[in-house]
């Protein structure tokens, strides 16, 4: 069936969320819901984004409201703790939020902090959740290469999985590899950024300057298109949330269950870096897992999560002008 805006702004609810701690300089997290044929989709690119951008999350968004998922290949996918850029005396309460699982992904490179708090929030990670987790980090792009390098050097004996956008560039990645390799360093490197906000998903495939991509299903265009830029990179996959509520979480786990292999834990258990959601049923890690299902919000916290009149009124006119870029 095919989708009108009538459709979209006849059930469009508008949420505000608070986050537990800060998180990419964000406390509040701004999303719209609607409803398709397929269930309940969610649309929530950042405040700061342009509509060419917010419109591949607007695609998103259909495919999943309005065409039948793949085929799913596993109704559990394994989940890594979200480690946001706080202090290691904070590590301990948020990883108990992660019931049971055994990798976490810690931001680094935070603005205002040093090379110093990063060690620290990692060792501690370490500490607590033994030699046998898988441990990775996300530097969002902030290291120059010579950053980078210093960096994974002074983490090297705390044993990395990989390091998430280390640098800016596709270029930056690529020398950064070659140095490391160079060093006899085994660390992984794994490109977010340069895939998700890239006009070439697959460049930094091609050019060999990752061993890792991660794949995002609302920037991405949605659960087909991320599938497609999966097969095409040839690299194995993380797939990661966007700080979703559990509705759009509910995408992501659904391309995460019918991508063909699942190598590395999927940062899909964000839900619990926010103060609320939408649905009782969050999609929270039990075991190490989310469960593969969909979600439909509750009346209830529609409402007491209900962005004002104008925040709503704005994201009912991004939709209507992101609507009219995917029709062109
Ligand atoms: O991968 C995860 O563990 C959680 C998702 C995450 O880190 C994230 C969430 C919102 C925006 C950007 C990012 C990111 O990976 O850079
Ligand atoms: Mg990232």
Redesign the pocket.
């Known amino acids: 069936m095919a989708h009108t805006l009538g459709d979209i702004l006849a059930s469009l609810r508008v949420v505000s969320i608070p986050t537990r701690t800060r998180?990419?300089g964000i406390t509040t997290r701004e999303a719209a819901l609607f409803e398709g044929p397929e269930g309940w989709t969610e649309f929530s690119p950042?405040l700061e984004y342009d509509d060419i951008e917010a419109a591949s999350w607007l695609a998103a968004a259909l495919d999943f409201g309005w065409r039948p998922t793949p085929p799913l290949i596993r109704d559990r996918v394994l989940?890594?703790?979200?480690v946001p850029a706080v202090g290691a005396e904070q590590v301990a309460e948020i990883l108990s939020r992660f019931d049971g699982c055994t990798t976490a992904?810690i931001?680094v490179a935070e603005r205002g902090q040093t090379l110093d708090d990063d060690v620290a929030r990692v060792a501690e990670v370490r500490r607590i959740m033994g030699q046998g987790a898988n441990i990775r980090i996300?530097a969002?792009g902030a290291w120059s290469v010579a950053e980078a390098l210093t960096a994974i050097r002074a983490l090297e004996g705390l044993n990395l999985e990989y390091v998430?956008?280390p640098c800016a560039t596709v270029s930056e990645l690529e020398q950064l590899r070659a140095l490391v390799l160079a060093d006899g360093l085994t660390v992984r490197i794994a490109a977010?950024?340069s895939v998700r906000k890239a006009s070439d998903p697959i460049e930094v495939a091609r050019r060999g300057a990752a061993d890792v991509v991660?794949i995002?299903a609302q920037p991405l265009g949605g659960i087909h298109t991320a599938m497609a830029v999966a097969a095409e990179a040839g690299l194995p996959t993380?797939v990661?949330?966007?700080?979703d509520t559990s509705v759009g979480i509910s995408m992501g786990l659904h391309l995460a269950a019918a991508l063909p292999e699942q190598p590395f834990a999927?940062?899909?258990?964000?839900a619990a870096?926010l103060a609320g959601d939408v649905t009782d049923d969050s999609l929270l890690p039990s075991d190490g897992a989310l469960r593969v299902r969909r979600v439909a919000p509750s009346d209830t916290l529609l409402a007491s999560y209900a962005a004002s009149t104008e925040r709503a009124g704005w994201w009912a006119s991004r939709i209507r002008r992101t609507y009219e870029l995917l029709e062109q």
Request: hydrophobic share 45%.
């Open positions: 998180f990419r950042f989940v890594n703790a979200t992904k931001k996300d969002n998430e956008q977010d950024e991660v995002k993380v990661s949330s966007a700080l999927a940062g899909l258990a964000t870096l």
